[in-house]
């Protein structure tokens, strides 16, 4: 009897213990799914890029400024140069005036692109009368990001960051002018310099209103009207703020091994207050965002997702294991991942 009772006792216990150590099925509660479509092999470590229709334009290291164009579904290189003897290393489009702004580590380069986009337009000219090859230039070897404002057809303001103290915060007036007798176009620049007192690193724009990330001296938000810039709110981010992203009423910081800081600009953009901080699994490098998502490219530690649904308590959605990645951008529902195994291009879709 004795023997029965203890071999049962020892049936007991082990259901008990089997049922303690299954876990329970984990629901996937990712807000997104992001699947890999494909990957353009680049020669060079991908530093930077962009995509506007089908095509996808890289600042690929040693291996130059390329374009790539998506023929439903076939992806292939079909434009490539070198600006300089320099390392391409940034780059950003502007589609409407069909201009491309290339950044190597000796020189920012502009040029234009002919209607398509899939090439340098075949005549290009910085002077009334004078065919030239070679690009405006713009920024200096320490130009470090990019972003813009239209004003009109005929006006892009382009500002530029610099980690020259000497330089700070550059805006670049690019006048786009008509030859009333050749019908053709052509571009003139006119730099500004203004001194914010930092290195400069990271920038974004929207109109008139500027933010800049210094580096572990923290951000700086600018309201700057043509040649005049005033200075809203500086803040210090604890961390090393590298790039900043503008995102509805809220300055989203790119603060290295910090994280990502969530600031609030107050009503009027008067001021910044510090709002909410996220810490991923890695130093956050480049911020990109769709829709309430920010999409953070973090290193060597690949991208990480974070819901933005309720800016004031962030939740880190989803980490992708895409290699060392520089930096995303995103167009419709394809984020273009810049890495060193080339552009990693991911479907992103809602649940």
Same mark, same amino acid.
């Given at each position: 009897?004795?023997?029965? =009772?203890?071999?049962?006792?020892?049936?007991?216990?082990?259901?008990?213990?089997?049922? /303690?150590?299954?876990?329970?099925?984990?629901?996937?509660?990712?807000?997104?799914?992001?699947?890999?479509?494909?990957?353009? +092999?680049? +020669? $060079?470590?991908?530093?930077?890029?962009?995509?506007?229709?089908?095509?996808?334009?890289?600042?690929?290291?040693?291996?130059?400024?390329?374009?790539?164009?998506?023929?439903?579904?076939?992806?292939?290189?079909?434009?490539?140069?070198?600006?300089?003897? %320099? @390392?391409?290393?940034?780059?950003?489009?502007?589609? +409407?005036?069909?201009?491309?702004?290339?950044?190597?580590?000796?020189?920012?380069?502009?040029?234009?692109?002919?209607?398509?986009?899939?090439?340098?337009?075949?005549?290009?000219?910085?002077?009334?009368?004078?065919?030239?090859?070679?690009? *405006?230039?713009? $920024?200096?070897?320490? =130009?470090?990001?990019?972003? @813009?404002?239209?004003?009109?057809?005929?006006?892009?303001?382009?500002?530029?960051?610099?980690?020259?103290?000497?330089?700070?915060?550059?805006?670049?007036?690019?006048?786009?002018?008509?030859?009333?007798?050749?019908?053709?176009?052509?571009?003139?620049?006119?730099?500004?310099?203004?001194?914010?007192?930092?290195?400069?690193?990271?920038?974004?724009?929207?109109? @008139?209103?500027?933010?800049?990330?210094?580096?572990?001296?923290?951000?700086?938000?600018?309201?700057? *009207?043509?040649?005049?810039?005033?200075?809203?709110?500086?803040?210090?981010?604890?961390?090393?703020?590298? +790039?900043?992203?503008?995102?509805?009423?809220?300055?989203?910081?790119?603060?290295?091994?910090?994280?990502?800081?969530? !600031?609030?600009?107050?009503?009027?953009?008067?001021?910044? =207050?510090? !709002?909410?901080?996220?810490?991923?699994? $890695?130093?956050?490098?480049?911020?990109?965002?769709?829709?309430?998502?920010?999409?953070?490219? /973090?290193?060597?530690?690949?991208?990480?997702?974070?819901?933005?649904?309720?800016?004031?308590?962030?939740?880190?959605?989803?980490?992708?294991?895409?290699?060392?990645?520089?930096?995303?951008?995103?167009?419709?529902?394809?984020?273009? %991942? %810049?890495?060193? *195994?080339?552009?990693?291009?991911?479907?992103?879709?809602?649940?």
């Amino acid at each position: 009897m004795k023997r029965k =009772t203890l071999l049962a006792s020892i049936l007991m216990l082990t259901l008990i213990l089997s049922a /303690c150590l299954k876990p329970d099925p984990i629901d996937d509660m990712t807000v997104a799914t992001v699947t890999l479509q494909d990957v353009l +092999e680049t +020669e $060079g470590y991908a530093r930077d890029v962009s995509a506007y229709g089908n095509k996808i334009f890289v600042a690929a290291s040693a291996a130059g400024t390329q374009i790539w164009e998506d023929d439903n579904g076939t992806v292939s290189k079909v434009y490539s140069h070198h600006f300089g003897s %320099a @390392s391409a290393s940034g780059l950003r489009v502007e589609p +409407e005036y069909k201009l491309i702004l290339s950044v190597s580590k000796d020189q920012g380069y502009l040029r234009q692109l002919n209607d398509d986009l899939s090439a340098f337009d075949s005549v290009y000219i910085n002077h009334p009368s004078v065919l030239i090859w070679e690009s *405006e230039h713009f $920024g200096d070897q320490n =130009t470090r990001d990019m972003a @813009s404002t239209r004003v009109n057809d005929s006006l892009l303001v382009l500002y530029n960051t610099d980690t020259d103290l000497g330089d700070g915060l550059r805006f670049t007036f690019l006048n786009r002018f008509t030859d009333g007798l050749e019908g053709y176009h052509y571009w003139e620049a006119n730099t500004i310099k203004k001194y914010t007192g930092a290195k400069n690193y990271g920038i974004d724009a929207q109109g @008139s209103l500027v933010a800049s990330s210094h580096g572990e001296l923290g951000v700086g938000l600018y309201r700057i *009207e043509f040649d005049h810039a005033d200075t809203l709110g500086i803040l210090d981010t604890g961390g090393e703020a590298l +790039e900043v992203k503008l995102f509805d009423n809220y300055l989203l910081v790119a603060d290295n091994w910090a994280g990502m800081q969530i !600031l609030s600009i107050s009503a009027g953009d008067s001021s910044l =207050t510090h !709002l909410a901080n996220v810490e991923v699994g $890695g130093w956050v490098k480049h911020i990109s965002t769709w829709n309430d998502m920010a999409v953070l490219s /973090c290193g060597e530690n690949g991208m990480f997702l974070v819901d933005l649904s309720d800016p004031g308590d962030p939740k880190v959605d989803q980490a992708i294991d895409a290699g060392y990645t520089y930096s995303t951008f995103i167009s419709d529902d394809m984020i273009h %991942a %810049a890495t060193r *195994e080339g552009v990693k291009r991911y479907h992103i879709q809602n649940r």
